[in-house]
């Protein structure tokens, strides 16, 4: 699924931010901020990144949702709550995670979430 739209309450926080709806993503870090990704229709899917040069000891939290805003349900950081840190799953990629059964990796996705 492509990103149709991309946007942040903090702008400032990000240099090249509209990279992500290009084939070469290429977004600069800041300083702390949210990343809001449209996708533009609701996907059975998940949300991961790639980053190169992530810096040891980043606090990075993902989130999905079918409405604008972070999905927020049950107990913060458990799996019942979709705003949780990513979990390393290759050399560069980071996957958001929502249950314990991997078999179950996909969601409603309609929007993503970088904070």
């Given at each position: 699924v492509?990103?149709?739209h991309v946007d942040s309450?903090?702008?400032?926080?990000?240099?090249?931010?509209?990279?992500?709806?290009?084939?070469s993503p290429n977004v600069q870090?800041?300083?702390a901020?949210?990343?809001?990704i449209d996708f533009g229709t609701e996907s059975a899917a998940w949300l991961e990144m790639e980053s190169p040069d992530m810096p040891k000891g980043v606090q990075l939290l993902f989130s999905i949702s079918e409405t604008n805003t972070p999905y927020k349900f049950?107990?913060?950081?458990q799996l019942t709550d979709k705003i949780l840190p990513p979990t390393k799953v290759g050399p560069h990629t980071w996957r958001l995670i929502t249950t314990k059964?991997?078999?179950?990796?996909?969601?409603?996705v309609r929007f993503g979430f970088i904070m």
């Amino acid at each position: 699924v492509t990103a149709v739209h991309v946007d942040s309450p903090t702008v400032s926080s990000f240099r090249n931010l509209e990279s992500l709806l290009t084939p070469s993503p290429n977004v600069q870090v800041l300083s702390a901020g949210m990343i809001r990704i449209d996708f533009g229709t609701e996907s059975a899917a998940w949300l991961e990144m790639e980053s190169p040069d992530m810096p040891k000891g980043v606090q990075l939290l993902f989130s999905i949702s079918e409405t604008n805003t972070p999905y927020k349900f049950g107990v913060p950081g458990q799996l019942t709550d979709k705003i949780l840190p990513p979990t390393k799953v290759g050399p560069h990629t980071w996957r958001l995670i929502t249950t314990k059964n991997s078999k179950l990796l996909y969601e409603g996705v309609r929007f993503g979430f970088i904070m």
